[in-house]
């Protein structure tokens, strides 16, 4: 389920035209680190939580601002990521952010849920 979970999230952030942090070799079961260049991850995580009720990690030390973290271990399922990478999708939409097709990280994650 966790694999599955990082998939179908990884899937999501590159429809999305978002830089990931690490590597698809290196990726964690637990989280995907996401590195929006361009775009102050701590606006994305604002709006995230005002608007959706939705909590991203933020990054550390040296990485704040730069990077927002999607969880994907524990109690979350399917639904989580989905709603998730929509709440993104508006997000970035509301930041201006503008490389991606709307609803194209939702029906990435989607394809791989369904596989």
Same mark, same amino acid.
């Given at each position: ?5 990082? +998939? &179908? ?10 830089? *990931?942090?690490?590597?698809? !070799?290196?990726?964690?079961? %637990? ?28 990054? +550390? &030390? ?10 994907? *271990?524990?109690?979350?399922? !399917?639904?989580?990521?989905? %709603? ?32």
């Amino acid at each position: 389920r966790h694999a599955r979970l990082t +998939q &179908d999230t990884r899937a999501a952030i590159k429809a999305l035209n978002l830089a *990931l942090y690490a590597p698809d !070799d290196a990726a964690s079961p %637990a989280i995907t680190a996401v590195a929006p260049a361009g775009i102050d991850a701590e606006k994305i995580r604002s709006i995230m939580k005002k608007r959706f009720d939705i909590a991203l990690a933020g990054g +550390q &030390d040296h990485l704040k601002g730069q990077v927002f973290r999607i969880g994907h *271990l524990g109690f979350v399922c !399917d639904r989580d990521i989905l %709603a998730a990478i929509a709440g993104l999708e508006a997000s970035l939409q509301e930041l201006g952010y503008e490389s991606f097709a709307p609803g194209a990280g939702v029906a990435a994650a989607a394809k791989v849920i369904s596989a």
